[in-house]
């Protein structure tokens, strides 16, 4: 579930819904935000959410999902996150790791040297 303290930082993120949306009223944010996190706790697919749970359907939760990943909220939290827990001393940076999902690949690097293919090609013609 997610609690107040956290919402209260999430929900500031949030893009605005148009005044006039077409279709049936969205579902509350909250909410939503809440069945995204259940599927990917639990591991169910999309389609197993369970309605009774008063999320959303699967469909909802997971066509939020990208449009929230694409406004960039995430993001946007997990760098408030970090800044705050950097600033009350919680994180051992020392033991912090970089991988290649977190860091762009330098721009105007040199290629690497062209290799042999070993792809397969045709036979030499012999008549």
């Known amino acids: 579930m997610v609690d107040d303290e956290l919402w209260a930082r ?12 077409p279709g049936p009223r ?3 944010d909250r909410l939503c935000l809440q069945g995204i996190l259940f599927v ?3 591991g169910i697919t ?15 939760c997971w066509r939020r999902l990208g449009r929230r990943q694409k406004a960039g909220v995430f993001e946007a939290l997990h760098r408030i996150l970090l800044a705050e827990l950097n600033a009350a001393g919680l994180i051992d ?19 690497p040297a062209r290799r ?5 090609r045709p036979a030499a013609n012999t008549t």
């Open 116 to 120: 042999r293919s070993t792809a397969a």
């Open 26 to 28: 969205p579902v509350d």
């Open 10 to 21: 999430i929900e500031p993120l949030l893009p605005a819904w148009p005044e006039r949306s």
């Open 93 to 111: 940076w020392t033991r912090a790791r970089v991988d290649a999902s977190h860091v762009r690949a330098k721009k105007g690097a040199r290629q």
């Open 46 to 60: 999309w389609q197993q959410l369970p309605p009774e749970l008063g999320f959303g359907s699967g469909q909802t």
């Open 40 to 42: 990917l706790y639990t």
